[in-house]
């Protein structure tokens, strides 16, 4: 009998053993395999504006960003003037991110150039590796802005509330290319309702670039140029050109900048720049960004 025993011992070990081995190796290959998980390229610019315009960031479902921009007069304008320090232009604006691919803001540009505006921001495209390889990332911006200073001596008679508005279109197209350094082009639309002479274009064709290159965990430095196609502004008008540093201090962004520009609103500083560098009509500003958490979305 103990023989009868050994031997159907041995004929079960033989059977099970490696049948409960084998399922034992499907479950750990089970639990060991994970579904491969989207890496997306983050923080390619600090905030989500380089200088003037908008960069290929995005505010965080519910997150508020809180912008204040100032924009001195030239430096060439002397000691008297505290070489521009004495003037200023101030932007205050509120940017908020509906959903994590659809942000909105609307601002007021105030001073001697004064704008209401506002704008949809959406990111149809996110660069990433993983389960995708997607090398860019692409948005479409589209600004409207209200023209709020007062016209004098208008060629054109009755001035309707409608000549006062303006539209902006733009595709952005970037790329993070490593932790140092991100770049993005820019090509633009101006629609303005109302021009000065018929010298002007209504509609208004731009290319704007812009990069940035990462100095430290906390510095790095923009710069930003939009080239206006000849022919569609007066001759008066310059392309945007502007250069700054962003130092970034836990909850603020400070953005340091100098710029060819005034205005702060997308139709001021691509189609009404009039400040060349090289005369030095070159104007020392800044940005200020604060977030702040509005809504938490549950997961």
Known sequence: ????????????????????????????????????QPVYATAGFKTTRIINGHSFEMNAHGVMDFKISHRFGTLNSGALNAFGLDNALMRIGFDYGLTKWLNVGIGRNGGAIKYYDGFAKV?????????????????FVSDFAIDANPKNNVEQQPYYFSHRLLYTNQIIIGRKFNDAFSLQIMPTHVHRNFVQTKAES??????????????????????????????????????????????????????????????????????????????????????????????????
């Open 1 to 36: 009998m103990k023989f009868k025993h050994i031997l159907a011992l041995i004929a079960f070990g033989a059977f099970f053993i490696p049948t409960s081995l084998t399922a034992q190796d499907d479950m750990l290959d089970m639990l060991g395999e994970e579904e491969p």
């Open 202 to 299: 209504n509609d208004v064709l731009l290319m704007g670039v812009a990069g940035r290159i990462k100095l430290s965990k906390r510095v790095a430095i923009n710069a930003e140029y939009y080239y206006a196609l000849p022919g569609q502004l007066d001759a008066q008008y310059k392309n945007s050109l502007s250069i700054g540093f962003d130092i970034e201090t836990g909850g603020h962004v400070f953005q340091l900048h100098l710029t060819n520009s005034t205005g702060m609103v997308e139709p001021a500083f691509l189609t009404e720049t009039r400040g060349s560098w090289l005369d030095g009509d070159i104007h020392f500003g800044f940005n200020v960004s604060r977030v702040f958490t509005v809504y938490r979305p549950k997961r």
């Open 123 to 139: 990111k149809f495209l996110r660069q990433q590796t993983g389960v995708k390889n997607i090398p860019i990332s692409a948005l």
